[in-house]
């Protein structure tokens, strides 16, 4: 069974800065790619950033040069510093990694519970 759990969420004032993590937990795994995606109130889910198991990254361009996201391979774990949060960038936020089951050909794509960034004055 593979959980992962998102922590670093919060209410933050525009400027600001927050680090979200997402561990993933469980074994009989590796992991390949890992995301993480955010849905604002009333708007569809988003693609933030990605990165592989190497440790290349892509964004969105409403977030390049201010989210920097990194991975810790030895903890599975997945980081997403945010930096000069805007109001624009408060939404639910959550983690997702593709993972590989070693009896198991194949990937699967799981997610976390969400955590809540609210960026307000």
């Known amino acids: 069974q593979v959980q992962l759990v998102e922590s670093g969420g919060g209410l933050v004032q525009p400027g600001g800065s927050l680090r979200l993590s997402c561990a993933a937990s469980?074994?009989?795994?590796?992991?390949?790619?890992m995301a993480w995606y955010r849905q604002p109130p009333g708007k569809q889910r988003e693609l933030v950033a990605t990165i592989t198991n190497s440790g290349s990254t892509n964004y969105a361009d409403s977030v390049k040069d201010r989210f920097t996201l990194s991975r810790d391979n030895a903890k599975n774990t997945v980081y997403l510093q945010m930096n000069s949060l805007k109001p624009e960038d408060t939404a639910v936020y959550y983690c997702?990694?593709?993972?590989?089951?070693?009896?198991?050909?194949?990937?699967?794509?799981?997610w976390g519970q969400g955590t809540q960034v609210t960026v307000s004055s």
């Open positions: 469980g074994s009989g795994f590796s992991i390949g790619a």
């Open positions: 997702n990694a593709r993972i590989i089951f070693y009896d198991t050909p194949g990937q699967r794509v799981y």
